[in-house]
């Protein structure tokens, strides 16, 4: 019969994540804030002419809702411009599966996934990893410094401020 290794529910328990970040904050950890200084070039207000109309029209949506929140510097123009592009495209491929269906028959009469659904699945993808670039640096850039005087800490938002920080 073995005698070691390991045992469930053996040794210290795990203290909860939220009560984790709580004690980080009340034991005086600042949270990081991005700065990029007076001299950081803002994203371009004027979408680039190679874009079609859709890709310019999310352009210009993403554009106005960094500049709401005052988010500007720091994101490289390439990425939103990736970003639009595959967007734009993913909805084309959207657009055909709603037109012609997910499911195609070949010359033997055999059911076969549309084309569409595997390149559509492709932009998507390529779309949300730039979405987390632009993201990542909009969460840095606007996380504000956590004090003790604040009388409550939401605990939930403070989670959503330090989720950014595991990776």
């Known amino acids: 019969m073995p005698s070691g290794g390991y ?11 939220v009560e984790q970040q ?4 009340k034991n005086g950890k600042p949270v990081e804030i991005l700065d990029f200084g007076p001299d950081a070039i803002e994203l371009p207000e004027t979408p680039p002419n190679h874009l079609s109309e859709k890709a310019k029209e999310i352009y210009a949506n993403v554009y106005e809702w960094l500049k709401s929140i005052d988010c500007l510097k720091g994101i490289h123009s390439y990425t939103l411009e ?3 592009i595959c967007k734009a495209r993913w909805m084309e491929c959207e657009q055909m599966n709603t037109t ?3 499911l195609l028959k ?13 390149v559509g699945s492709k932009y998507l993808k390529e779309a949300n990893d730039a979405w987390a670039k632009i993201y990542s640096v909009v969460e840095k850039t606007r996380k504000t410094i956590l ?14 401020r330090k989720k950014g920080e595991k990776k």
């Open 22 to 25: 709580l004690e980080s904050v």
């Open 147 to 160: 004090t003790e005087e604040e009388k409550e800490i939401d605990e939930l938002e403070l989670l959503f």
């Open 106 to 118: 070949d010359a033997n009469g055999k059911m076969l996934i549309s084309p569409y659904v595997a």
């Open 82 to 84: 990736e970003y639009a």
């Open 100 to 102: 012609h269906g997910l």
């Open 7 to 17: 045992r469930i529910n053996a040794g210290r328990k795990k203290k909860p994540v």
